[in-house]
């Protein structure tokens, strides 16, 4: 099945400066890339995604890319502020989904 | 309001007592999700549904069940033979397969002592 692993864990990040999460998957079938914002104590929200036949995607401060041929995803936060600290999951679907474990992003004021 | 509410928040169960979470929606989605959350990890899928009367295991679905008799419904009971029952669970759905966004609900946090 479908492998889907991210890194970092944990990233923290001074106000204005830009973060970058990273994923690979295992399963070439896969064809849509969301990722997701939680926020403690509450289910994930979407804040952008992708799917296969788009190699990069933007939605003002939050950009997602994606390299098929290396079978890996990112997601890119510029300009960021203390309201964007949360827990980010990407997430790769091939008929099922199957989720990273998240990335803990502080940002320092 | 259009959403997905889960009932209720916080729930507190014996060890041996089944018991079943709730899952509403009114998006007119056809396709709902458990997942359930361990701290420090990913969501992992339990049981979806695709449409009315018909469901399929997910990843981790022993110890689970479910029922779709609604569009809008998709309970999931915790039985006594999940052996670590103790998590977050989160309902989702979509417009359709999962190629579709997923909706989430707000979470239901199970505590089994």
């Known amino acids: 099945g479908e492998n889907v692993e991210q890194h970092p864990s944990t990233l923290s990040v001074q106000e204005g400066d830009s973060a970058v999460i990273k994923c690979t998957y295992s399963?070439?079938?896969?064809?849509?890339f969301p990722w997701y914002k939680q926020e403690l104590g509450k289910g994930p929200q979407l804040i952008i995604d992708?799917?296969?036949?788009?190699g990069e995607k933007k939605d003002q401060r939050i950009a997602v890319t994606l390299n098929k041929t290396a079978k890996h995803f990112s997601l890119h936060i510029t300009e960021t502020q203390p309201e964007d600290s949360a827990v980010y999951f990407c997430?790769?679907?091939?008929?099922?989904?199957?989720f990273g474990d998240g990335t803990t992003l502080t940002v320092k004021p | 309001d259009g959403g997905i509410t889960q009932s209720p928040k916080y729930l507190f169960r014996k060890e041996g007592q089944n018991v079943t979470l709730s899952c509403e929606q009114n998006?007119?989605?056809?396709?709902m999700y458990w997942y359930r959350q361990d701290p420090g990890q990913g969501l992992r899928l339990i049981y979806y549904?695709?449409?009315?009367?018909?469901?399929q295991k997910g990843d981790i679905a022993e110890g689970y069940s479910v029922s779709r008799e609604k569009k809008e419904s998709f309970p999931l009971t915790v039985t006594s033979a999940q052996k670590n029952p103790t998590a977050f669970y989160l309902c989702?759905?979509?417009?359709?397969?999962?190629?579709?966004?997923?909706?989430f609900g707000p979470g239901t946090r199970l505590t089994v002592t």
């Open positions: 989702a759905s979509s417009m359709g397969l999962p190629s579709y966004e997923q909706y």
């Open positions: 399963d070439s079938a896969s064809n849509y």
């Open positions: 992708i799917r296969s036949n788009v």
């Open positions: 997430a790769a679907i091939a008929g099922k989904s199957t």
């Open positions: 998006l007119n989605h056809d396709a």
């Open positions: 549904s695709q449409i009315v009367n018909d469901f």
